[in-house]
C-alpha cells in the first residue's frame, strides 16, 4: 500500500500511484464509460443540425482522437501545461450554441460542409489564444467574473440547447414524421429509462444511465426498422488526423459567441480542476494548488487549440469523471494514459462514428434532453451558491430577460445589420455580455453564502 493512500483511506491508489495493471485498465474503462457519450453527442448534434452527413463519422473519430491527446496532456504535465490530475478532456458541450450559430453564418452564405467547417474551425483555433491567456491570471478576472455571471451563462446554454434536445426527440428538425407517437415513445422510453438507472443504488449502473439508455434506444430503434447499416460498408475503416482538413476561415460575427465561451470556459475548468483536487485528496489552497489550477487551464486552451487543427470542437476538463475517481477510489495520473489510449484506437477507426451516427433522432433526444437539462441545472446550482439581494436578483433579471428574450422572439433584431444579429441573436452571448456589463458597471459586489446561511 502506497504512501498516499495510508494517508487518505478512501483511496485505494493516489495521484502518483501505479496501480496493477488490471485495476488500471478496469479503472480507465469506466472512466470510458462516463466521457464516451459526452465526447461524441456535440460532434452528432453539430453534424445533424447543419447537415454535415458524411463528415460525421470523421469529425466523431477527430473528437475521440484529440480528447485521448488532451487527457494525456492535462495528466503527463508537460511542462507549465497540464494540472498533472486526472482531468478527462473532452469536447464541450458549452460552444454547442456559438458553434451553430457559426455554420449557420456560414450556411447563410451558400456554404457546404467544407465552408461550414472551415469556418467553425478557424474561430475556434482563434478563441482558444484567449483561454490560453486567461489562464496566466484567472485570480484576477474574479472581479468581474464571479459564480453569478458563470452561472447566469451556463443556465442560458442549458436553457438555449433544451430547444435542440426536444426537436431531437420529436424526429430532429423538419421531419416528415416530427411528432408522431412512434417518435416520442421511442425518445420517451429512453428518457424514461435514464431517470430510472440514474436512481439505481449500484454506482456502476448510476455512472452509466446514459451510456445504457442511449443503448436500448438504439437496440429498439432497429427492431422498428429505423437503422440502416448499409452505409457502412462503403465508410473508410481507418483515418488519420489530418491538419486543418477543411481550410480556415474566420468571421468577426462568428467568432465573439465563441470567444465569450472560452471566457467562462476558463472560469468553470478552474472549478473543475478544484473538485478533482478535492476527490483526488490533493490540495484545495496554496501554491501547488494555484499553480495546478493555472497549468490545467492554460492545457484546456492548448488542447481546444489543438482540437481545431485537427477538425474538432473545443475540449474542456469533464466534471463527471470526478465520480469516477471517487467510486473506484483511483486518483491515480497513470490511468489516465489508459484513458487517453483507449481513446486514441477507438478514434482511428471511423466505423465507430458511423455505427453511432445511426443513432434515430428521437433516441439521441431522449438522452441529450437530459444532458441540457442537467447542464442549466449546474447553472442554478452555482448560482444557488451567491446571496441574491437587489443586485444580484436584477443583473439576473436582465440577463436573463434579454437572452430569453431574443431567443423566443428572433424577430426582434431583423432590422438591424446582420452582424448585430449575428452576435446578439445568441440567448448565451446576449445573458453574457449583460451579465458582465452589468456585473463590472453596477455598484457593490457579489456575496456568497456561507455554511450557516444554507442552515
Same mark, same amino acid.
Given at each position: 500500500?502506497?504512501?498516499?493512500?495510508?494517508?487518505?483511506?478512501?483511496?485505494?491508489?493516489?495521484?502518483?500511484?501505479?496501480?496493477?495493471?488490471?485495476?488500471?485498465?478496469?479503472?480507465?474503462?469506466?472512466?470510458?464509460?462516463?466521457?464516451?457519450?459526452?465526447?461524441?453527442?456535440?460532434?452528432?448534434?453539430?453534424?445533424?443540425?447543419?447537415?454535415?452527413?458524411?463528415?460525421?463519422?470523421?469529425?466523431?473519430?477527430?473528437?475521440?482522437?484529440?480528447?485521448?491527446?488532451?487527457?494525456?496532456?492535462?495528466?503527463?504535465?508537460?511542462?507549465?501545461?497540464?494540472?498533472?490530475?486526472?482531468?478527462?478532456?473532452?469536447?464541450?458541450?458549452?460552444?454547442?450554441?456559438?458553434?451553430?450559430?457559426?455554420?449557420?453564418?456560414?450556411?447563410?452564405?451558400?456554404?457546404?460542409?467544407?465552408?461550414?467547417?472551415?469556418?467553425?474551425?478557424?474561430?475556434?483555433?482563434?478563441?482558444? /489564444?484567449?483561454?490560453? /491567456?486567461?489562464?496566466?491570471?484567472?485570480?484576477?478576472?474574479?472581479?468581474?467574473?464571479?459564480?453569478?455571471?458563470?452561472?447566469?451563462?451556463?443556465?442560458?446554454?442549458?436553457?438555449?440547447?433544451?430547444?435542440?434536445?426536444?426537436?431531437?426527440?420529436?424526429?430532429?428538425?423538419?421531419?416528415?414524421?416530427?411528432?408522431?407517437?412512434?417518435?416520442?415513445?421511442?425518445?420517451?422510453?429512453?428518457?424514461?429509462?435514464?431517470?430510472?438507472?440514474?436512481?439505481?443504488?449500484?454506482?456502476?449502473?448510476?455512472?452509466?444511465?446514459?451510456?445504457?439508455?442511449?443503448?436500448?434506444?438504439?437496440?429498439?430503434?432497429?427492431?422498428?426498422?429505423?437503422?440502416?447499416?448499409?452505409?457502412?460498408?462503403?465508410?473508410?475503416?481507418?483515418?488519420?488526423?489530418?491538419?486543418?482538413?477543411?481550410?480556415?476561415?474566420?468571421? /468577426?460575427?462568428?467568432?465573439?459567441?465563441?470567444?465569450?465561451?472560452?471566457?467562462? &470556459?476558463?472560469?468553470?475548468?478552474?472549478?473543475?480542476?478544484?473538485?478533482?483536487?478535492?476527490?483526488?485528496?490533493?490540495?484545495?489552497?496554496?501554491?501547488?494548488?494555484?499553480?495546478?489550477?493555472?497549468?490545467?487551464?492554460?492545457?484546456?486552451?492548448?488542447?481546444?487549440?489543438?482540437?481545431?487543427?485537427?477538425?474538432?470542437?473545443?475540449? &474542456?476538463?469533464?466534471?463527471?469523471?470526478?465520480?469516477?475517481?471517487?467510486?473506484?477510489?483511483?486518483?491515480?495520473?497513470?490511468?489516465?494514459?489508459?484513458?487517453?489510449?483507449?481513446?486514441?484506437?477507438?478514434?482511428?477507426?471511423?466505423?465507430?462514428?458511423?455505427?453511432?451516427?445511426?443513432?434515430?433522432?428521437?433516441?439521441?433526444?431522449?438522452?441529450?434532453?437530459?444532458?441540457?437539462?442537467?447542464?442549466?441545472?449546474?447553472?442554478?446550482?452555482?448560482?444557488?451558491?451567491?446571496?441574491?439581494?437587489?443586485?444580484?436578483?436584477?443583473?439576473?433579471?436582465?440577463?436573463?430577460?434579454?437572452?430569453?428574450?431574443?431567443?423566443?422572439?428572433?424577430?426582434?433584431?431583423?432590422?438591424?445589420?446582420?452582424?448585430?444579429?449575428?452576435?446578439?441573436?445568441?440567448?448565451?452571448?446576449?445573458?453574457?455580455?449583460?451579465?458582465?456589463?452589468?456585473? &463590472?458597471?453596477?455598484?457593490?459586489?457579489?456575496?456568497?453564502?456561507?455554511?450557516?446561511?444554507?442552515?
Amino acid at each position: 500500500m502506497s504512501n498516499n493512500s495510508e494517508a487518505n483511506p478512501d483511496l485505494l491508489y493516489g495521484l502518483n500511484d501505479k496501480p496493477p495493471v488490471p485495476a488500471a485498465i478496469l479503472a480507465a474503462l469506466q472512466h470510458l464509460l462516463a466521457s464516451f457519450v459526452g465526447i461524441i453527442t456535440p460532434t452528432l448534434i453539430i453534424g445533424g443540425v447543419l447537415g454535415l452527413g458524411s463528415e460525421i463519422p470523421y469529425l466523431i473519430s477527430m473528437a475521440l482522437i484529440v480528447s485521448g491527446v488532451g487527457t494525456f496532456i492535462q495528466a503527463k504535465k508537460i511542462g507549465p501545461i497540464g494540472s498533472g490530475l486526472v482531468a478527462l478532456q473532452g469536447t464541450s458541450f458549452a460552444f454547442l450554441s456559438s458553434i451553430l450559430a457559426a455554420g449557420f453564418i456560414a450556411k447563410g452564405k451558400g456554404g457546404g460542409p467544407e465552408e461550414i467547417l472551415s469556418l467553425i474551425f478557424g474561430v475556434c483555433f482563434l478563441g482558444a /489564444f484567449i483561454e490560453i /491567456f486567461l489562464s496566466q491570471f484567472l485570480h484576477k478576472l474574479k472581479t468581474f467574473i464571479n459564480p453569478l455571471v458563470t452561472g447566469i451563462v451556463i443556465t442560458a446554454i442549458g436553457l438555449s440547447l433544451i430547444k435542440v434536445g426536444i426537436t431531437d426527440l420529436g424526429g430532429g428538425f423538419k421531419a416528415a414524421d416530427f411528432g408522431s407517437l412512434t417518435n416520442l415513445a421511442l425518445g420517451g422510453t429512453v428518457l424514461l429509462l435514464i431517470i430510472i438507472l440514474n436512481q439505481s443504488k449500484n454506482p456502476y449502473i448510476r455512472s452509466g444511465a446514459i451510456f445504457f439508455g442511449l443503448i436500448v434506444g438504439f437496440i429498439a430503434a432497429m427492431l422498428m426498422g429505423k437503422v440502416d447499416f448499409s452505409g457502412l460498408a462503403k465508410m473508410d475503416w481507418f483515418a488519420l488526423p489530418v491538419p486543418f482538413k477543411y481550410g480556415f476561415d474566420f468571421d /468577426f460575427a462568428a467568432f465573439l459567441p465563441v470567444a465569450l465561451i472560452y471566457l467562462i &470556459t476558463a472560469i468553470e475548468s478552474s472549478g473543475d480542476l478544484t473538485a478533482t483536487s478535492m476527490v483526488s485528496k490533493e490540495p484545495i489552497t496554496g501554491d501547488l494548488y494555484r499553480s495546478r489550477v493555472k497549468a490545467g487551464v492554460f492545457a484546456d486552451g492548448i488542447n481546444s487549440m489543438i482540437a481545431a487543427v485537427f477538425n474538432t470542437f473545443p475540449n &474542456t476538463t469533464f466534471s463527471q469523471n470526478n465520480g469516477v475517481i471517487q467510486l473506484t477510489g483511483i486518483a491515480s495520473r497513470y490511468v489516465a494514459f489508459y484513458i487517453a489510449a483507449f481513446l486514441i484506437i477507438l478514434g482511428l477507426f471511423p466505423v465507430i462514428g458511423g455505427i453511432f451516427q445511426q443513432l434515430p433522432k428521437p433516441v439521441l433526444g431522449g438522452a441529450t434532453l437530459v444532458m441540457f437539462g442537467t447542464v442549466a441545472a449546474a447553472g442554478i446550482r452555482i448560482i444557488a451558491t451567491v446571496d441574491l439581494d437587489r443586485r444580484s436578483m436584477l443583473i439576473m433579471a436582465v440577463a436573463f430577460g434579454l437572452g430569453l428574450g431574443v431567443a423566443a422572439v428572433p424577430d426582434l433584431l431583423k432590422e438591424m445589420p446582420k452582424v448585430i444579429q449575428n452576435i446578439f441573436g445568441s440567448a448565451v452571448t446576449m445573458s453574457g455580455l449583460a451579465a458582465i456589463i452589468l456585473n &463590472t458597471l453596477m455598484p457593490g459586489e457579489i456575496k456568497l453564502l456561507t455554511k450557516e446561511d444554507n442552515i
